[in-house]
C-alpha cells in the first residue's frame, strides 16, 4: 500500500490537533500514535519520563526473519514551541489548509514529517525489507532535547543498535550533515542588599553580573577574531549570547540577587567545557574576590541547564551516503540545532532530511507546503525500495 497525500494530511491534522507545547503533557499524542502503531501490527515501547506526564515512543518494523538489530531509524520530536503573544491568523491546533499550505503550530516543526512517517507504516510493514524501520518519536525537544536521552538509553539498553538515522527536522527535503551543538546555561549572582543611600554596606549583585557579561563578552570577541569553522557553519565560531537578566527588588535597594541566562552555540566538542573554564577563571582570580572583600556571603555560581552536542560531518558516513542517494544534491550544514548530536555522539552515523523551511518554524501562522510533505513521502518510498533491494 502506497500512502497518498492526503494520508499523511489526515494524519498531520490529526497531530496538529494535539495542544504539545513543551510545557505541557504529549501523553494523548504519543497514546493515538501508538494505538496506531499497534493497529497496524507493530510493537511499541512507551517511555514515560521521570514524572510520567510525558512520553517517547520507539518501534521496530522488522517483518519476519528480520532480527531487530540494526537497520534505520527514523526519528522527530512531537513537542512545539508556544503560541502565546503571536498574532495567528488561523487557529494554531487546527490544521488548515490554504493555497497549498497547511497552516497549524508544528505542520513544519515537525509534525509533517512524523505524519509522513506514520502514512508509511503500512508500506513498511508489508514490504520485504532486508533490515528493519526503527521509529523514535521524543518529547522537549525544544526545551533541551531531554526525551532523545531516554531514548538513546533504551536503544543501549535494548541492543537495538540502529546502523543509521534520519532525523526529519525541516530541511527543505536536503540533507544536512552538520550543525552546532547548544548549551543552556544560567548564572546567579548574590550580592548583598542595602538601602541605596548607603551602597557602600551593600554589594551590587548586578553589579557583580556586569563583570560576568562583560568575560563573556571579551569570550565572544576572541571566539570571533579566530573562527575555527570556515566554510561549515555562518558564523564559523563558537558564540555566546546572554538573553536574559533578572535582578534586583527596587529602584532604591542595592540589588542583592541577580541571574544571567544565556547560551553557547559550540563549533565542536569541547567548546563548551572551554567557555565554563575561562568563565570560572575569571570568576575565582578576579569578580568573586571583590566581592568577597565586602560581604563574605557573596556568591556566583554557574550551571548547565542542558547540553545538546554538535552534529558534525563523519567522512565515508553510511547515513550521509544513502539519505543523499535518495534526496540527490550535496549535503550542507544547519544553523538551528536538534537530537541528531546525542545520535551521533552514541555511535550512530545520523543526518538530517526532513520537510518543510526552518524559516516557518515557530513563527506565527507556521505552515508546510504540501509540495514538500509529497517530497518526503516519495524520499520513504524511494527508502522502502532501497531496503527492498539491498
Known sequence: MTPSLDDATRILSTLVAFDTVSHKSNRALIDWVADHLDGHGVAVATLPSADGRKANIVASIAPGRLEPRGGIMLSGHTDVVPVDGQDWQTDPFRLTPKDGRLYGR???????????????????????????????????????????????????????RPAMAFVGEPTSMRVVNAHKGSCGMRTKVTGHACHSSRPDQGVNAIYGAMEVIDTLRAQAQALAEAPD??????????????????????????????????????????????????????????ILPAMRARQAAADIATETLFEI???LPQPNSAAEALARSLAGGEAVSAAFGSEAGLF??????????????????HAPDEWVAEDQLAACLSFLEKLVAHECAA
Not at 111 to 121: P, S, T, W
Not at 344 to 356: E, F, M, N, S
Request: charged share 20%; with cysteine; hydrophobic share 40%.
Open 106 to 160: 508544528g505542520a513544519c516543526d515537525m509534525k509533517g514529517y512524523i505524519a509522513c512517517v506514520l502514512a508509511m507504516v503500512p508500506a513498511l510493514r508489508d514490504a520485504p525489507l532486508t533490515r528493519p524501520i526503527h521509529l523514535a518519536f521524543s518529547y522537549d525537544e525544544e526545551t533541551g532535547c531531554f526525551g532523545a536521552r531516554e531514548i538513546v538509553s533504551h536503544i543501549a539498553a535494548s541492543e537495538l
Open 229 to 286: 569553522s570556515v566554510g561549515l557553519f555562518e558564523p564559523p565560531h563558537t558564540t555566546l549570547n546572554v538573553g536574559l537578566i533578572q535582578g534586583g527588588s527596587a529602584r532604591n535597594t542595592v540589588a542583592g540577587d541577580c541571574t544571567l541566562t544565556w547560551d553557547i552555540r559550540a563549533t565542536r566538542e569541547g567548546m563548551v567545557g572551554q567557555v565554563r573554564d575561562a568563565l570560572a577563571a575569571a570568576v575565582d582570580d578576579r
Open 309 to 311: 552536542p554538535p552534529l
Open 344 to 361: 551521533q555522539r552514541a555511535g550512530i552515523p545520523t543526518v538530517l532530511c526532513g520537510p518543510g523551511d526552518i524559516a516557518q518554524a
